[in-house]
């Protein structure tokens, strides 16, 4: 095995890409908050290009990590110890995989540890952008109103003793804050987050936790701040450490942090960055004013359908997205999907085909070398759900229509809270956002009692008559019969 670090870069096999400039020479003008899998596969893979290019050399990255767990701990050990580098494999549906040593990260901070390190990157005035990738469910709003709660413990912790953040939201205005002070200037913020108008999310998280502390401060940034909207596209499974060894006897490099990918890539930015940005457009990343048209294509067809295809094909006994495709009931039950419920709905940019889009969608999740775990897209459902089903759900439901298959999608949700599949297995649904009562409520009796938990009270589940009896009989059907003859029986009321 070749170690993998900055001295070491020249002596890898000849089949590793490297990066395609001097390390040395970079500089920081990036910080990223939650440095996972997709980040290190997707935006600092555009970065990674960018600063081959003459006079990028000043967009560099610095990680930052925030979650302070063992995992976190090892995955910044692994990275500081190998100066930034970590190999990325790119699997296509045919064809070789390859194998590159990204470069891009050329820094790394562990929050918890050293709270004071990221602020002082933050008030750099070389810094320029902050970008983050926290989740769907890390934005802390409340489902209802989408207001930022400001009474969870971290938020009144971060607001009470600024000069110590633990949430992404007190460290990027602490570090506004520090720039107001000192004429620094602002930075752009930019969510790479899977939301609808994310950019426009963030923008009102940092505006309330600002005005929360500081009106002042609050209206500076409103003034100054640029948060622009983007759309984020690449499938990045989990890496266990099964995939970690078989990547790195892949590939010959011992790698402490290795991820792996799909071979398409998409990024989709508005062009609104206060303090400058890299020319990511030579790099194939595309900027638009249609961003939200793009991000409405992406939610509701491609994330939309991993929410559709990961509960009923886990109660199926399936372990992996392809295997779930190569069932003929589910892979059509996701084409009828989007074919019927979703497609209707959209618009689509110029010279962009829907159709075209949802056959991409379907062979991208059939590719088997990929071996996206469902468990890992089933997971945080209950923020998931809302985000990426909500918007076709209440038209729908506005319009009386076909109501069905989000109904049956929404039982196998709540059979799949049960933590138990269709052979009796158990398994621990991993929903880290559902409060006590919540949890009371997916485990009551009563088979409808769940589409109560918070999480939903905003889809308007009560507004199309018939919704909840589908969903309660679906559910029993599903315990009865199994979820592959409930999905069956649905499409043969169709034929």
Same mark, same amino acid.
């Given at each position: ?20 400039? #001097? ?52 995955? =910044? ?25 990204? /470069? ?11 709270? *004071? ?14 970008? %983050? ?37 007190? @460290?990027? !205005?602490?570090? +506004? ?21 994310? *950019? ?11 005005? =929360? ?38 590939? /010959? ?6 991820? $792996?990918?799909?071979? @398409? ?7 609104? $960055? ?62 009828? $999907? ?6 209707? +709905?959209?618009?689509?940019?110029? /010279? ?6 949802? #056959?991409?969608? +379907? ?14 897209? =089933? ?8 985000? @990426? ?18 109904? $049956? ?16 297995? *158990? ?21 409808? =009692? ?10 308007? %589940? ?9 969903? !309660? ?23």
């Amino acid at each position: 095995m070749y170690p993998l670090h900055a001295s070491s870069l020249a002596a890898l096999p000849e089949h590793i890409g490297r990066p395609g400039y #001097d390390r040395g020479r970079l500089g920081t003008g990036i910080v990223h908050f939650s440095v996972g899998n997709f980040h290190r596969a997707h935006q600092a893979v555009y970065l990674d290009r960018c600063l081959a290019l003459a006079g990028q050399e000043g967009w560099g990255i610095c990680g930052v990590g925030l979650i302070d767990s063992p995992a976190e701990r090892a995955k =910044a050990d692994a990275i500081r110890a190998q100066g930034g580098l970590y190999t990325l494999t790119l699997f296509p549906p045919d064809g070789e995989p390859s194998t590159q040593a990204v /470069g891009s990260i050329v820094e790394y901070l562990f929050a918890p540890a050293d709270p *004071g390190a990221v602020l002082a990157r933050l008030g750099d005035p070389a810094t320029r952008i902050v970008t %983050l990738t926290v989740t769907e469910g890390g934005y802390n709003l409340e489902e209802a109103t989408g207001q930022f709660r400001l009474d969870t413990p971290d938020v009144a912790h971060d607001l009470a003793h600024p000069e110590a953040p633990r949430t992404v939201f007190g @460290f990027i !205005v602490a570090g +506004l804050e520090r720039r107001r002070t000192t004429g620094t200037g602002p930075y752009t913020v930019l969510s790479c987050d899977n939301l609808q108008h994310n *950019g426009e999310v963030i923008r009102r998280c940092v505006l309330a936790f600002a005005g =929360a502390g500081d009106p002042g401060l609050a209206t500076w940034i409103e003034a100054n701040v640029t948060f622009p909207c983007c759309m984020v596209d690449r499938i990045t499974p989990g890496v266990t450490a099964d995939d970690a060894a078989r990547l790195n006897a892949r590939s /010959g490099v011992d790698d402490g942090a290795p991820v $792996f990918a799909e071979d @398409f890539i998409q990024w989709v930015i508005e062009d609104r $960055f206060c303090a400058g940005r890299p020319a990511l457009e030579r790099v194939g990343v595309e900027f638009s004013d249609e961003v939200a048209a793009y991000e409405q294509i992406k939610l509701r067809m491609l994330n939309a359908t991993h929410s559709m295809l990961s509960y009923p094909a886990l109660l199926a006994g399936y372990g992996f997205v392809y295997e779930a495709l190569a069932d003929r009931t589910i892979h059509g039950y996701l084409h009828a $999907f989007l074919d019927r419920d979703v497609i209707p +709905l959209l618009r689509a940019p110029a /010279g962009m085909s829907l159709g075209a889009y949802r #056959d991409t969608i +379907l062979r991208r999740f059939s590719n088997p070398a990929i071996r996206d775990q469902l468990a890992r897209i =089933a997971s945080d459902g209950a923020a998931k759900i809302p985000i @990426f089903l909500g918007d076709t759900l209440r038209a729908l439901l506005a319009a009386g229509g076909d109501h069905r298959r989000l109904a $049956f999608l929404f039982a196998a949700f709540g059979r799949y809270l049960d933590g138990r599949d269709d052979r009796g297995t *158990g398994f621990e649904p991993l929903e880290p956002h559902l409060t006590t009562t919540d949890r009371a409520l997916a485990t009551a009796g009563d088979p409808g =009692a769940f589409l109560s938990i918070a999480n939903f009270k905003g889809l308007g %589940l009560e507004a199309g008559p018939g919704f909840r009896a589908n969903v !309660v009989d679906y559910r029993k059907q599903i315990a009865a019969e199994g979820v592959l003859a409930t999905l069956a029986a649905i499409a043969a009321e169709e034929s």
